[in-house]
C-alpha cells in the first residue's frame, strides 16, 4: 500500500487540475476503492502539525493545498516574488543561440539569427538572463555573453550540463516564459528552434558554468 500511496502522492501534486480516484485507478492499474483508501491514508499523514500542506477535496478530485494557517505566510511570500520574466520571440530567439554556443559574440549571434541582435541583448542583460563573460581574443575584441544563474532558475536547470535537447528547450521556453508572439501558422517553439538551428547541446555541455 506504501508504494500506492507514494505514486498517488506524486500524481496530486503534479496534476494541473484535481486528480480524481477514478484517473487514477485507470492509470496505476488498481481498483478505485484501493486509490480510496490509498488517499485516505495519504490525508491522515498531512494531518499532522509537521506538514504545511494537505490533501484537499476539490470539484470531485484531489489536490495538494496549503494548510489555511499558513497561507499569509504563503500571500506575503508570493508577493516578494519577482514578476514572470516576459521575453519577445526575437529575445528568445537569442537567448536560445547564447544558450547552447555560449560564450558567444554579438557578431556570432548576427551571423546565426540574420538581423542585429544589440537591442534584445540590452533586453536580456536587464532581466539578468545573460552577462558579459570577458573579450574574444580577436580583431576587435567583441564582448562574449554567456547565460546566468537567474537563467537557470527560470528554465529549471542546475547546471549547462542540465541543458536538455533543443527540442525539449523550446518546449519549456514556450510553457514557462510568457509574452511570446509567433507569426500566423508557426508556434513560438518552432520559431526559437529555426534561429538555434545551428547550435547543439555539444557545445552548450563544453562552455562554462554562469555565476
Do not use: C
Not at 495538494?64 to 528568445?92: D, G, N, W
Amino acid at each position: 500500500m506504501s508504494e500506492l500511496v507514494s505514486a498517488i502522492e506524486a500524481i496530486v501534486y503534479a496534476a494541473e487540475e484535481p486528480a480524481t480516484a477514478a484517473q487514477m485507478a485507470q492509470v496505476l492499474g488498481v481498483e478505485v476503492g484501493a486509490v480510496q483508501q490509498a488517499l485516505e491514508a495519504l490525508a491522515q499523514r498531512y494531518v499532522s502539525d509537521d506538514y504545511g500542506v494537505e490533501l484537499r477535496p476539490v470539484a470531485g478530485g484531489y489536490r495538494m493545498a496549503t494548510k489555511p494557517q499558513h497561507h499569509e505566510s504563503v500571500r506575503q511570500f508570493l508577493k516578494s516574488l519577482k514578476p514572470k520574466v516576459r521575453l519577445s520571440l526575437a529575445a528568445l530567439e537569442t537567448l536560445a543561440v547564447i544558450a547552447y554556443r555560449q560564450p558567444v559574440t554579438l557578431p556570432e549571434i548576427r551571423d546565426i539569427r540574420g538581423v542585429d541582435p544589440a537591442g534584445v541583448i540590452n533586453t536580456l542583460l536587464e532581466k539578468k538572463l545573460v552577462s558579459t563573460a570577458g573579450r574574444k581574443e580577436v580583431v576587435g575584441k567583441p564582448i562574449l555573453y554567456r547565460t546566468t544563474r537567474e537563467f537557470l532558475v527560470q528554465f529549471g536547470l542546475s547546471g549547462l550540463r542540465d541543458l536538455p535537447t533543443l527540442k525539449e528547450f523550446e518546449e519549456m521556453a514556450q510553457a514557462g516564459l510568457e509574452g511570446l508572439e509567433a507569426p500566423a501558422g508557426e508556434s513560438a517553439a518552432e520559431a526559437g528552434g529555426a534561429a538555434a538551428a545551428e547550435t547543439s547541446s555539444e557545445a552548450a555541455s563544453s562552455a562554462s558554468e554562469p555565476d
